[in-house]
Nanobody, 122 residues
């Protein structure tokens, strides 16, 4: 099943963006979902996650600036990004995740779908 992220764009430092991701799978309301990002020359990294029960987790680099939410009926997960910084510039991807202790890792590292580019620049 294809993951489809959208909502990226060019924004000035301090601005906001809202990303959306559609994952049309059965049982969406029960699975854990996450947002990841990848900057040029860097590995893809975890940004934020939301469990099937609504528990959330954020990387410390975005804590307090990003929020994650989902709408099970629409099978969508969202990433609200505020107070954006140039270092937030990256391709952003969503994926189903598995929670292993304190680590939220991709459930299927081979299924990423199309990301959405966020560029923070003046």
């Amino acid at each position: 099943v294809q993951l489809q992220a959208s909502g990226g764009g060019l924004v000035q430092p301090g601005g906001s963006l809202r990303l959306s991701c559609t994952y049309p799978v059965s049982g969406f309301g029960y699975i854990h979902m996450g947002w990841f990002r990848q900057s040029p020359g860097k590995q893809r990294e975890f940004v934020a996650g939301i469990s099937g029960g609504g528990m959330t987790k954020f990387d410390e680099s975005v804590s307090g600036r990003y929020t994650i939410s989902k709408t099970s009926a629409k099978k969508q997960v969202y990433l609200q990004m505020t107070k954006l910084k140039p270092e937030d510039t990256a391709d952003y991807y969503c994926n189903q995740v598995t929670i292993r202790g304190t680590d939220w890792v991709p459930y299927n590292d081979r299924n990423w779908g199309q990301g959405t580019l966020v560029t923070v620049s003046s």
